[in-house]
């Protein structure tokens, strides 16, 4: 069992940074894939970016890549979102997963743990 937990949520101007993180509980935080994903009201929840257990490799969606990183630190047992050069589209609650096993997922229903979620808006 995994528990998750996002901050760093908030209001910010297009173009700002924003930087969430994701505190996770357990001893086995490492051997789990961990993802940023985003729903926006009435959208549906769409991938971010994903990290493997060792930080070694990371996945970003077409639309977040080069703006967002993704990392972990596995001592702290958390994953972080570096949002930078937001736009009015980024608004959304914002939730970190975690996927068991090696892969990279870029899917919802392949994440087994989800946090509650932290809101972002960005104004232009």
């Known amino acids: 069992q995994v528990q998750l937990v996002e901050s760093g949520g908030g209001l910010v101007q297009a173009e700002e940074s924003l930087s969430l993180s994701c505190a996770a509980s357990?001893?086995?935080?490492?051997?789990?894939?961990m993802g940023w994903f985003r729903q926006a009201p009435g959208k549906e929840r769409e991938f971010v970016a994903s990290?493997?257990?060792?930080?070694?490799?990371?996945v970003y969606s077409k639309s977040v890549k080069g703006r967002f990183t993704i990392s972990r630190d596995n001592a702290k047992n958390t994953v972080y979102l570096q949002m930078n050069i937001l736009k009015p589209e980024d608004t959304a609650m914002y939730f970190c997963a975690a996927s068991p096993g090696s892969t990279i997922m870029t899917t919802t229903r392949r994440y087994d743990y989800w946090g509650q979620g932290t809101q972002v808006t960005v104004s232009s």
């Open positions: 990290i493997s257990g060792s930080g070694g490799f990371t």
């Open positions: 357990g001893r086995t935080f490492s051997s789990y894939v």
